[in-house]
Each structure stands twice: as structure tokens, then as C-alpha cells.
């Protein structure tokens, strides 16, 4: 069963956490929610979610993806983590999957996980920071190698759906999409 590692930081953005953890979770695919402390997580905009675990309990555990919800604070807040940044490059070497939606691509870049790849963010992130050996598009989702990267809260659905295509398969996307009668 694949496993997806989903760490929730003050000032997340919600609708994009919980579409993720909701559409991974109908895939049958083993999410753990983790907060960057002990603490329930008030996300952007004001709604209380409860991690799983915490990012240090997660941290002993193996995952096949690490998926970063953005919104604002929250976004900035795993990007000041050093664990996040630590933990995204040991799952890049080892060849794992990486993405993060709507802000959350500016911490792959600052991990450096995003040189020479093809890369969307919401507008006006990536754009702002300095990286010339990165092709910056704005399609919902950008899957480009074990690294993918989506625009915004209104695409987290398509996000999920990629992210369970890779996980899963094309098969269980499309029944997964299906269910939700899109």
C-alpha cells in the first residue's frame, strides 16, 4: 500500500489539505497527517484540523510521497522547518515523490528540488524568486520526473487525482474520479 506523508502547518490552506487527504485516503492509499508540533493546526481560513501525528513521530516512518498543502502563513511555516527541507531532499535521493500545491512549490525550490524541472505554482510565486534553470508554466498540475506541482486551491482536485495516478494507478484515479461526480 502506498504511503503519503501530508505535514499540516499553521495557516494551511484547508480546502487543499483536506482534498488531498479525502481523494488519497478513497484510493485506498495510507495517508499520515503531521503537524509540525503537538498542536491542532488553525488553517488560513480558521478552520481546526487535527494531525495524526507530529512531524517528529513521522519522521521514523517511510513514505513513497511527501505532499505539501500551501496557503498562506502555512506555506512559509514548513518552509522555515528545516525537517521539511531535510525530509524532502532524503525522499528526492532516494527517489521518492515530491509536490506541493499552490505556495507550497516555493519550498521545493528552496530545497532545491525544483532546478532544471518544469514547475506551477500559485501566481505569483515562483515567478517572484530567482530561478532561471526552472520552466515555469501555468497548467493546474506539472508532474515533471518524481516532482509535481499544482496552482491553487481550484485545482487540488486535479492534483489529488494526479498524485493517485502516480501512486496507484490510472485505474483507481478513474474510479476515484468517478465517485465524485465531477
Known amino acids: 500500500m502506498a504511503r503519503v506523508l501530508i505535514p499540516l502547518a499553521q495557516g494551511c490552506e484547508e480546502l487543499e489539505a483536506v482534498t ?4 488519497l485516503r478513497r484510493a485506498g492509499i495510507h ?8 498542536h491542532p493546526v488553525r488553517g488560513s481560513r480558521g478552520t481546526v484540523l487535527v494531525p495524526d501525528t507530529t512531524l517528529d513521530q513521522a519522521l521514523h516512518q517511510a513514505f513513497d510521497m511527501i505532499a505539501l498543502p500551501g496557503g498562506q502563513p502555512g506555506a512559509n511555516n514548513l518552509n522555515a522547518d ?5 525530509l524532502l531532499k532524503k525522499m528526492a535521493a ?24 518544469r514547475a506551477t505554482s500559485f501566481p505569483g510565486v515562483l515567478d517572484k524568486m530567482n530561478l532561471p534553470d526552472v520552466t515555469l508554466q501555468t497548467a493546474p498540475v506539472v508532474q515533471d520526473g518524481k516532482v509535481i506541482t499544482s496552482r491553487g486551491p481550484g485545482t487540488a482536485m486535479d492534483f489529488a487525482l494526479t498524485l493517485i495516478d502516480v501512486l496507484v494507478g490510472r485505474a483507481k484515479r478513474d474510479e476515484v474520479e468517478a465517485g465524485l461526480v465531477r
Open 20 to 23: 488531498l487527504i479525502d481523494l
Open 31 to 38: 495517508v499520515v497527517t503531521a503537524g509540525l508540533d503537538e
Open 82 to 86: 528545516a525537517r521539511i527541507h531535510s
Open 94 to 117: 532516494q527517489n521518492q515523490y515530491t509536490a506541493a500545491i499552490c505556495a507550497a512549490p516555493l519550498v521545493l525550490a528552496n530545497a532545491g528540488l525544483l532546478h532544471g524541472k
